[in-house]
């Protein structure tokens, strides 16, 4: 038992010591929390049962827990969804501020405070590291990591650092995210049939062969009898 709690602890110091490493070279921290509690959990049920059963049981505990954690912070979906949702519109407010005469930033402040949601957190965190004297490139940097809010950055960051014009450049960034739902609603939309035919064939096929193949079975049997 001494033996085995030593190398579940050599691992976790090794897998520690990976995860620093990597910290330092990345620019955002991953979060590893769900790792800790499955680690923890799976020490527990080796330390209850002990033996070869407890390491086979609290591999598959820690697993389990892991699994469970991965899927109740799994919010990518949802963010997508409502950020295709009202980016269009936050974009919008934004190219009007900026068109009316505001500057960009106090303008980005007034926008971030009318929308809640991701799209109000993206601004909100890109005004508070401005604040705080960050680059450029750091303030619009969760801008720039977004699939779908990457356009709007390069904007804001070209705009920034040349002076370019802003006010059409976010309008087009709005129309092409309202493409983009567009498609995706038109993609859904095609799912659903495809979908449907499963459960349509499950309810129609048997269906079918009560009423129509069962009888001509039946009344071939009773002929030849």
């Not at 820690?62 to 990518?76: Q, S, T």
Request: net charge positive; hydrophobic share 50%; glycine share 10%.
């Amino acid at each position: 038992m001494s033996l085995v709690l030593r190398c579940l602890g050599a691992w976790l110091s090794v897998t520690a010591s990976r995860g620093r490493l990597e910290r330092g070279r990345r620019r955002r921290v991953p979060v590893s929390g769900r790792d800790v509690a499955a680690a923890v959990a799976g020490v527990g049920v080796l330390v209850v049962i002990g033996g070869m059963w407890g390491l086979v049981w609290g591999i598959a505990v820690g697993a389990g827990v892991r699994w469970a954690l991965a899927r109740m912070g799994d919010d990518g979906p949802q963010r997508r969804e409502e950020l295709l949702r009202f980016a269009p519109e936050a974009v919008e407010c934004l190219a009007a501020c900026v068109a009316a005469g505001a500057p960009l930033w106090p303008a980005m402040e007034v926008v971030a405070r009318s929308f809640t949601g991701p799209v109000g957190d993206v601004l909100r965190r890109s005004v508070a590291r401005h604040r705080v004297g960050a680059s450029y490139e750091e303030s619009f940097a969760e801008f720039l990591e977004d699939p779908l809010l990457a356009p709007v950055g390069a904007v804001l960051l070209r705009s920034v650092e040349s002076g370019a014009s802003l006010s059409s450049a976010l309008t087009a960034c709005a129309e092409q995210m309202r493409q983009v739902r567009g498609s995706e609603l038109e993609n859904r939309a095609r799912a659903v049939g495809v979908k449907a035919v499963a459960p349509l064939a499950g309810c129609f096929l048997p269906a079918f062969i009560v009423l129509a193949v069962v009888p001509i079975v039946a009344s071939l049997v009773t002929g030849l009898l």
